[in-house]
């Protein structure tokens, strides 16, 4: 995103390892491929940053991954058992996670807590993702009681 005020502009870019840095510049030798004004043209220009960019969130520490106690999980039909979710790094900001059953008919989960209970026989995976997206799954197989 650049916002430009003359060739003055303060832009804000999100990193790919999610972090986002900001800070001032001022655009200058801009150089122009001509053609039509409302075509879209490549160009060229200097950008001279005004002293170093700044971590919009210095003190956040983004989740790198999220693993469960359990890759697989066989339940009998009315049985339950719940799993749990480790969070990496130790000293990630947000350890959110939320868990999710791709069939409900065959096992369900309790969002927060990872309670899975088997409610008919059948093959289910639950997943748990964190809140930037990270995910973990356990396949389920549910019997007969």
Same mark, same amino acid.
């Given at each position: 995103m650049f916002k430009l005020t003359g060739r003055d502009c303060f832009f804000?870019?999100?990193?790919p390892d999610g972090r986002i840095i900001s800070g001032e510049a001022t655009i200058g030798g801009i150089k122009i491929s001509g053609g039509?004004?409302?075509?879209?043209?490549?160009f060229e220009c200097t950008i001279t940053f005004k002293g170093l960019p700044k971590d919009e969130k210095p003190n956040?520490?983004?989740?790198? !991954?999220?693993t469960l106690n *359990?890759?697989?999980?066989?339940?009998a039909v009315g049985a339950n058992e719940t799993l749990a979710a480790t969070v990496a790094p130790a000293d990630a900001t947000d350890k959110t996670v939320t868990y999710a059953s791709?069939?409900?008919?065959?096992?369900?989960?309790?969002?927060?807590? !990872? *309670?899975?209970?088997g409610v *008919?026989? !059948?093959t289910a995976?639950?997943?748990? $993702? $964190?809140?930037? !997206? *990270? $995910?973990?799954?356990?396949?389920v197989t549910v019997t007969s009681a």
């Open positions: 804000k870019v999100t990193e039509d004004a409302n075509a879209r043209s490549d956040e520490v983004e989740v790198t !991954g999220v *359990k890759t697989t999980l066989s339940l791709d069939d409900p008919t065959i096992a369900t989960v309790t969002p927060v807590q !990872g *309670k899975v209970a *008919k026989a !059948g995976n639950i997943t748990a $993702t $964190t809140a930037n !997206g *990270k $995910t973990a799954t356990c396949a």
